[in-house]
């Protein structure tokens, strides 16, 4: 199945084999020739310009980065089930809706925009619909019509882990989430994690920090701990390095979770890590890197506000484990 859009210039609506693609004209000053093919269960998007402008690394799928892009080109290969794809059920037709975006960096000329994609198929008699189950690892915790997950997973982040206890210096693999339901597409941060013997903090609690000053993970500078690039934007990877501390007792991990305006990253909504012979990088945009300039002194924001009421995003405390560190030569 293959649907084609002209130059954003235009407002088309065009059927092709069950699928339909609605493309509207987009705030920016470049020209692209957006082909979709709605698949049973899948989309494809490739977007393509004949005078390259735009950084097609900065195009999202809902909340899904591209599977590939160069100058000028960037391509999408997604199920439906992922990416925040959204379905209205009208009559016999079900309608996935998504909107690709350009997320515009601050020192960019070009704007961001928004561009509606739909795929319609017919619905299936034996139809319904249903919620993801997330497996009991996961702990969830539910805020508005946010949900976040905070999870410990196996060596390729395919599923859950498999054991709770980790030699010293092996690598623990630890996913958050964020789903997202009817919101804007949004951007997950983890601002703080420290890892302490208790399930709740409190002030005589022994307590390690992992990832502080708003996004910097310290443990990156010291070990070979470090952010893994997204798969999606509402999800981070993050490989954590074991080390020296509550040795062979239960550990906790206590996280600040922060569900962020893709387009309002500073140097207090960012995620950065050390690398070797670089230094500190920004997880989602390697020009954007001097946002981690602060993960050495302090991270202050231009204006004081509050994250929970900020209309941008919000917060959510997170923990799990128990989980324990042993030491392999004793």
Avoid at 75 to 92: A, E, H, K, P
Avoid at 174 to 189: D, G, T
Avoid at 253 to 261: G, P, R, S, V, Y
Avoid at 285 to 312: I, W
């Amino acid at each position: 199945m293959h649907c084609v859009s002209s130059k954003h210039a235009v407002m088309m609506v065009s059927f092709c084999q069950g699928a339909l693609l609605l493309s509207l004209a987009a705030a920016m000053a470049v020209y692209a020739d957006i082909k979709v093919d709605c698949g049973p269960d899948f989309v494809t998007l490739m977007w393509s310009e004949g005078r390259p402008q735009a950084d097609t690394s900065l195009l999202r799928l809902g909340s899904c980065f591209p599977t590939s892009f160069s100058a000028g080109e960037a391509y999408f290969y997604v199920d439906l089930t992922d990416c925040n794809f959204r379905i209205l059920v009208t009559g016999d037709v079900l309608l996935y809706s998504n909107d690709l975006t350009y997320v515009a960096s601050e020192d960019s000329y070009n704007l961001a925009f928004t561009h509606p994609v739909v795929c319609a198929y017919e619905r299936p008699k034996d139809w319904y619909s249903s919620q993801q189950i997330y497996d009991p690892v996961f702990k969830t915790y539910g805020l508005g019509d946010l949900q976040f997950t905070l999870g410990l997973m196996n060596d390729d982040f395919s599923g859950p882990a498999e054991s709770t206890s980790f030699p010293l210096g092996s690598i623990i693999p630890i996913m958050a989430s964020v789903v997202q339901k009817s919101h804007q597409p949004l951007l997950l941060l983890l601002e703080e994690c420290v890892a302490a013997t208790t399930p709740e903090l409190h002030p005589e609690s022994t307590m390690y920090p992992i990832i502080s000053n708003k996004g910097c993970l310290l443990e990156s500078v010291s070990s070979q701990s470090k952010f893994e690039p997204r798969q999606k934007s509402s999800e981070m990877r993050l490989s954590l390095q074991t080390f020296k501390f509550a040795m062979g007792d239960e550990v906790f991990i206590h996280c600040k979770l922060l569900a962020w305006d893709p387009n309002g990253l500073d140097s207090t909504k960012k995620a950065c890590h050390f690398v070797k012979g670089h230094g500190w990088e920004l997880l989602d945009n390697l020009a954007q890197s001097n946002l981690c300039d602060c993960c050495e002194s302090k991270c202050k924001s231009r204006r004081q506000r509050s994250v929970a009421s900020e209309k941008h995003g919000m917060v959510q405390k997170a923990v799990i484990g128990p989980f324990t560190i042993t030491d392999v030569n004793s």
